[in-house]
């Protein structure tokens, strides 16, 4: 902890100095809007530093403008910090009226292409102007101020060039030009301040008279959507008038010049903005670097962050990495730009210090989004994965230290498309699920069985019914609940048979008569218990000759076990390769349990084939949803690797120790609570006690069901990725996975043993796959395994692989 905060105090002391813009190529001009015929003066600055009177900026041309070079090369000055720098000096005059685009000049230096910032400007008809007039010593004078906007429609939080521009008579000496107090409603504006040119201010030529033409730019930006309001605005400009009583003398006198007010229409962005976006208007570049690619643990990392281009600089917010799963990250620090804030072109440098909290091999891309106003759609750029070695750390662990994380999911290098999806395409074909639900045959039986019941109470009344069917069935009731005593029970049975069962020559008939003689017709009638499993034998074999019956029977399948001392054995001993393969063929594939799969894969894992043993830990699952220590298993060997995965929360875990079946089978049954209790109110009398099962069914049915139903919605199910036919595991220790079929082809990520994807089509010895985090591209087949295959592989250990360059 001391280190890391001495770290960041050094880096707060020291950090202006190490974040601070570096010398730029700038390109000024000293008005933006101007009358026909009137000169600007465009100038563009190159650092002294790195000048070495070789580069000159080329002169660009624009149609309907004049752009030619003043002076006869560069000249040098004092720029900001004292730095010398050097100044090419252009005249601009138009006069077409529009609006126009000087572009960006290209300059080289040390080995690096800069770039000046393109400008806009505005020729306006020199008729179009607006006049008012001022009193000066007793004289009326006639003058033109106005705001002047590039944009009349921009949208919210797009900062535009703006300018107040003064006509005055040139005839009339000025001393000093005021700076503007103005007015503003809707949107947020810079100072309008005069550049340093005024002091020898430019001249226009307006309806055949000189003018003072004085620029005051600055810039603004729209904060609602709607009208907006720059202005009034009234500048105190000080004149020079010449004394009566003393020669060559003068006193100044103030004159207050009154400037309009521009509205402006300003327009909502537009909807959809991607991930990451917070308010970056403009054309902007992004770039960041950092000296540390090998950190020891526990030490953070220290990036540069350079955002450029035009647009709100003042108002940037430092991006944010793609992901932050296994990093601290420290609030970023901004340099100060001072002055150059009001500037829409410039560079905006960010410090961000960030800690890995695991292994990493990389920092993760960050990513910056924006709104670009002239094309009207937003733009994301993503930075490039630096490469990191995190080395262990030299001081010793803290008590109670966390355990460290394992190594993150791979970031991916594409550097060109993916190729052709190869192979003809099919139309999907339709789906018939049939339901698999058999024991709901229980239920469904007791509603059958109530409506038997119903049927029998309310129409088996108005039916003429046998009276002999009916004494049978009476009698039959008194078999049932005869005493248990063998002679009571004989003698009801024995008398039963022979009033309705007298000529019936059944074995079963024969044998309980011979049986009653027996024991009835003697003195000492016997009073020992029949045993249950025989009187249950004969009132079913009887009632099956004497009562019309419907039965039903279901078959239980059997299951035959097996050994499993000699793959264990062979576990112990340190053999696994040979206890896989003997427990993979202890029996046939479909019958072994899961149990035995999550075995293979511990041998697997054992051998040094993770990626195997990944791949018999989901089979183990696919066998069985719920076994707690194959998905145990699992979830240790994904963190470890780092392989590409399905991020599950944990709850899923929590509801994954019971079977998906079982969070289905709840919902089925509150269904059929609800229909059994609805049924039993008509099948029964009032009064009964049975009702009361039906209303707490009633009561407890929707809460089971919305359990049920939630549960099974949120089941970690690893199907709704891809059917089980089509899943396949990585099975070698780190495959490449390629943008075509051929080594030779760029990579588009590294894949670590473990990881899951979905196998789309195949060419050869490749596969084109798909995986969880929506990378695509094809893999070597010989690199992964299908998840559900009717015949498996015992795992086996897999040799490194060489180089590969051959195509």
């Known amino acids: 902890m001391k280190r890391l905060l001495s770290i960041l105090f050094l880096g707060a002391l020291f950090g202006s100095g190490a974040i601070s813009a570096a010398p730029v190529v700038q390109a000024n001009i000293s008005s933006r809007f101007l009358i026909t015929g009137e000169q600007a003066t465009f100038e563009v600055v190159v650092p002294g530093e790195e000048f070495d009177g070789s580069t000159v900026p080329p002169i660009p041309e624009v149609k309907d403008l004049t752009i030619r070079p003043l002076g006869i090369g560069p000249r040098p000055r004092s720029g900001p910090g004292r730095r010398i720098e050097y100044f090419f000096n252009y005249s601009v005059v138009g ?21 000046t910032a393109p400008i806009e400007i505005r020729i306006i008809e020199e008729t179009d102007l607006k006049w008012a007039s001022a009193v000066v ?54 100072r309008f301040q005069p550049q340093q040119q005024v002091r020898m201010s430019r001249r226009a030529t307006i309806l055949r008279r000189n003018f003072h033409a004085i620029s005051y730019p600055s810039t603004m930006s729209t904060n609602r959507v709607g009208e907006s309001t720059l202005g009034p605005a009234s500048i105190r400009v000080i004149t020079l008038i010449p004394s009566l009583e003393h020669f060559s003398q003068a006193y100044n006198q103030a004159v207050n010049i009154e400037v309009p007010a521009i509205k402006l229409d300003s327009k909502a962005l537009p909807p959809g903005a991607p991930e990451g976006f917070d308010n970056a208007i403009g054309q902007f570049a992004f770039d960041i670097t950092t000296r540390e690619t090998e950190v020891r643990e526990g030490d953070p990392v220290t990036l540069n962050m350079m955002v450029s281009g035009t647009g709100n600089l003042d108002a940037l917010q430092p991006p944010k990495p793609i992901d932050q799963d296994g990093w601290k990250l420290y609030d970023a620090s901004a340099a100060e730009r001072g002055e150059e804030r009001r500037e829409m072109w410039g560079e905006v440098h960010f410090r961000q210090f960030m800690r890995p909290l695991r292994l990493q091999t990389s920092i993760p891309p960050f990513r910056f989004v924006y709104f670009d106003p002239v094309a009207a759609k937003y733009e994301t750029i993503l930075s490039d994965a630096i490469p990191l070695s995190v080395l262990p750390s030299t001081a010793a662990a803290l008590p109670g230290a966390a355990v460290p994380m394992a190594l993150p999911m791979p970031l991916e290098e594409m550097t060109d498309i993916l190729g052709i999806i190869k192979g003809p395409a099919k139309l999907l074909p339709k789906q018939f699920p049939l339901p698999g639900w058999l024991w709901q045959i229980i239920p469904a039986l007791v509603v059958a069985g109530l409506l038997a019941r119903i049927v029998a109470i309310k129409i088996s009344p108005r039916l ?55 024991i009835c017709f003697r003195q000492d009638v016997s009073q020992t218990k029949v045993d249950r499993s025989e009187r249950q034998r004969l009132l079913r074999q009887v009632r099956k000759l004497a009562l019309p019956l419907v039965l039903f029977f279901f078959a239980l399948s059997s299951q035959s076990g097996f050994s499993q001392e000699g793959p264990e054995k062979l576990f112990d001993e340190g053999r696994f390769e040979e206890a896989g393969k003997a427990w993979l063929d202890s029996g046939p594939y479909e019958q072994l349990p899961a149990d035995t799969l999550f075995n293979i894969g511990n041998a697997a894992y054992r051998l040094g084939s993770a990626g195997e043993a990944a791949l018999y830990y989901r089979r183990a699952l696919e066998r069985d949803s719920g076994h707690a220590e194959a998905r145990q298993n699992l979830r240790f060997l994904e963190r ?27 919902v089925w049954a509150s269904v059929w609570m609800v229909v059994i209790g609805a049924l039993i109110f008509p099948a029964t009398r009032p009064g009964a006690g049975i009702r009361m099962v039906s209303i707490i069914a009633f009561v407890t049915a929707p809460l089971i069901a919305a359990g049920g ?3 099974w919605r949120l089941y970690p199910d690893d ?19 390629r943008t075509d079929a051929a080594r030779t082809a760029p990579k588009v990520i590294d894949a670590p043993a473990g990881s899951l994807c979905r196998k789309l089509n195949q060419s050869g010895e490749w596969a084109y796959v798909a995986f969880t985090n929506d990378s695509r591209g094809w893999i070597l087949l010989s690199d992964i395994e299908l998840l559900d295959t009717d015949k498996p592989t015992a795992p086996k250990l897999r040799p490194a692989k060489g180089n590969e360059s051959n195509a």
């Open 95 to 115: 006069y077409t009226p529009g609006t126009f685009t000087i572009p960006a000049l290209e300059l080289s230096f040390g080995g690096e292409t800069r770039q």
């Open 137 to 190: 010593d007793g004289r009326e004078i006639r003058y033109s101020a106005a705001f002047h906007a590039i944009k009349g429609t921009p949208y919210v939080g797009e900062k535009q060039p703006v300018e107040i521009k003064l006509y005055f008579p040139a005839e009339q000496p000025v001393e000093d030009w005021g700076i503007p107090d103005f007015e503003r409603d809707g949107l947020s504006a810079w």
């Open 640 to 666: 470890k690797f780092g392989s590409i995965t399905i991020t599950r929360p944990d709850y899923q875990h929590q509801l994954a120790r019971v079977s998906a079946s079982f969070w289905k089978g709840l």
């Open 709 to 711: 139903i939630s549960a």
């Open 719 to 737: 199907a709704r990725f891809a059917p089980a036919r089509e899943q396949v595991v990585v099975v070698a220790d780190n495959a490449a996975v």
């Open 464 to 518: 003429h019914k046998d009276p002999d069917v009916v004494a049978r069935e009476k009698e039959w009731r008194e078999v049932e609940h005869s005493p248990e005593t063998a002679g009571d029970f004989y003698r009801k049975l024995g008398h039963f048979i022979e009033r309705w069962l007298g000529n019936s020559e059944d074995p079963v008939v024969v044998e309980t008569l011979a049986k009653r003689d027996e």
